[in-house]
């Protein structure tokens, strides 16, 4: 007997499950949450939220509320920096400064504590009554038919069953995920064989130690004994609150080793602290080989965990969520084509494969070939040259991290290209690429008209050509909003007189009218037939 119905069933109230909960219900999809927790853990990780996370949390109606709960103005300053051996060396440069690809998106980014934010969107969540939301309660198992899926949920305290059935289920319940476990979903893991310390404390003196990183919130020391792994500091607040993250010697317990003086040493300096948690993970990069088994998908951490260099994790999730929400809502909705969910995974797995490879897995390795060819003790001047260079090329990094799905499915090409996390970032309008924030005529940006569904974007085209999308989506029943404007200013930087925007705000078709058929455009892009 089913004691509870909802379309989706979610398991795990983290981030991304309460990411996708919100993106389902402002989609008109039910769906019940279980999370085991009665409130958020009260570690500061996932600080750092992207201008694209920003983007989905004004999506969601959050994002005012997120940037209230941020305990660092953004003009305090929440860029980074590297240091080599400690954190008062000689050689430190900017690191990782996110404002350079911010033009390309249409809000600015933020940093808080994981916690605020997931409170922020546990108050969102409680505001859509399509939401449900079963704290306390942990999942134990799930089974699924040809018809739908049903969820065993233990309540924690009173050690009561509910059995829940929905049409889905979606697995956001981190690294040990059981819908991925229980669905049979194998992973690929790399597991580096390091154990690593995450410590938060408190310190006034720290703060008057690093007054020469006025404006930064996060700092990483590379030193020659770690092998390219590295040694974070990240601000909580503006006060004295800090966290840190570090490989520690194998076998080391809470009780066994002198974190106080191991963080001297990083930093170059005694000072005073005082410690509010330590906890150990091992780091590893483990991605699942595929995100969907029938009924059942994962997100999040359940679907890719790997270590917190260049603030991935959360910041996936989210776009896993985003790509996931509209994708269910068609198909539930009536109005995705039979391929358009197998694409959740065909376009978000290859993503993550790429992130971890070609940013995490090189970031590691890239310092670790510098560490063991440079040391300043032994060539000075060969050592301050190549930190030089490094130094220049450090900030660039950020240029090339662009998720895009060229070639997916339901993405009008282009010839050739495929799901990466590496790209580049331009205001043209590019088959599977996000879409730049562009100003239209009447001074509104493009993204405060973009539709819920999706958006043709018409800059002096014909009627009739857009009349043919119209009746090209009326015909599938996907919605379909119209944005006429002139081809000239900021518009004109698109390069097309035809886009067509898909409801996560990737555009799925570029190009002019002669030649655009709009029934295979649409019929494509809603998943129903390859063009
Ligand atoms: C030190 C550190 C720093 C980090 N910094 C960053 C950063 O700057 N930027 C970034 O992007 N990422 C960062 N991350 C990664 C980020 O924290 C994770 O990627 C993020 O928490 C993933 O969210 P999630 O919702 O997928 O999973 P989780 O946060 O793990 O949430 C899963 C939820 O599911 C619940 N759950 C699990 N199993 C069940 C069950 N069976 N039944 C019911 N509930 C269940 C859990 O209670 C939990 O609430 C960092 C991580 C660490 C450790």
Redesign the pocket.
């Known amino acids: 007997m089913n004691d509870q119905q909802a379309q989706v069933i979610i398991?795990?109230?983290?981030?991304?499950?309460m990411g996708l909960a919100i993106d389902l219900a402002q989609r008109g999809v039910s769906s019940i949450v279980?999370?085991?927790?009665a409130q958020p853990q009260p570690i500061p990780?996932?600080?750092?939220l992207t201008q694209r996370t920003m983007e989905h949390f004004w999506f969601w109606g959050v994002e005012e509320d997120v940037r209230a709960a941020a305990p660092i103005p953004l003009e305090f300053g929440i860029g980074g920096a590297t240091a080599y051996g400690s954190l008062l060396s000689e050689y430190n440069y900017d690191w990782y400064q996110r404002a350079l690809v911010r033009p390309f998106y249409f809000r600015d980014n933020e940093r808080l504590p994981?916690y605020a934010t997931e409170a922020a969107l546990r108050r969102r969540a409680a505001q859509l009554p399509a939401i449900k939301v079963l704290y306390g309660?942990?999942?134990e198992e799930f089974t699924q038919d040809d018809t739908g899926v049903s969820v065993r949920a233990l309540a924690r305290e009173s050690g009561a069953m509910l059995n829940l059935r929905g049409q889905y289920v979606v697995g956001?319940?981190?690294?040990r995920s059981?819908v991925r476990e229980l669905a049979g979903i194998t992973q690929t893991r790399n597991d580096q064989d390091m154990l690593m310390a995450?410590l938060v404390f408190s310190s006034d003196a720290l703060n008057t130690l690093l007054a020469r990183y006025k404006g930064k919130s996060f700092l990483n020391v590379l030193h020659p004994d770690l092998q390219g792994y590295w040694q974070f500091f990240g601000r909580v607040d503006t006060g004295s609150t800090w966290?840190f993250?570090s490989p520690v010697p194998m076998g080391t317990k809470a009780d066994n080793f002198d974190f106080h003086k191991y963080l001297e040493g990083i930093v170059g300096a005694p000072f005073d602290c005082e410690f509010q948690h330590i906890g150990f993970?091992d780091l590893r990069i483990a991605c699942a080989d595929t995100y969907r088994m029938r009924r059942a998908f994962i997100a999040?951490?359940?679907a890719h965990s790997h270590p917190?260099y260049g603030?991935?994790?959360?910041?996936t999730?989210f776009e896993d969520a985003r790509n996931l929400g509209w994708k269910l809502a068609a198909s539930l909705n009536g109005w995705g084509g039979p391929r358009l969910l197998d694409t959740y995974s065909q376009e978000r797995q290859p993503v993550f494969v790429s992130t971890a490879r070609d940013f995490i897995a090189n970031y590691i390795e890239d310092d670790r070939a510098f560490l063991n060819k440079y040391n300043p003790q032994i060539d000075k001047s060969a050592f301050e040259r190549a930190w030089e260079e490094r130094s220049k090329g450090a900030s660039a990094q950020i240029n090339t991290f662009e998720p895009h799905y060229e070639c997916s499915h339901i993405v009008a090409g282009p010839e050739g290209g495929a799901c990466s996390a590496l790209g580049d970032h331009s205001y043209e309008a590019r088959a599977g690429h996000h879409l730049a924030p562009r100003v239209l005529s009447c001074g509104a940006n493009v993204y405060e008209r973009l539709g819920d569904g999706f958006t043709l974007l018409a800059f002096d085209v014909g009627s009739e050509c857009v009349e043919a999308f119209v009746a090209a989506a009326r015909s599938s029943g996907a919605p379909l909003k119209v944005v006429a404007d002139k081809r000239a200013g900021e518009c004109a930087d698109y390069g097309h007189g035809l886009v067509l925007v898909r409801p996560d705000h990737f555009v799925a078709f570029a190009g002019e009218p002669a030649g655009a058929n709009a029934d295979a455009i649409m019929a494509q892009a809603v998943g129903l037939q390859a063009v």
């Open positions: 398991v795990g109230g983290g981030p991304v499950g279980t999370e085991r927790h990780k996932g600080q750092n994981q309660y942990s999942a956001c319940d981190g690294a059981m995450l966290f993250h993970w999040g951490d359940a917190p603030g991935f994790g959360i910041n999730g």
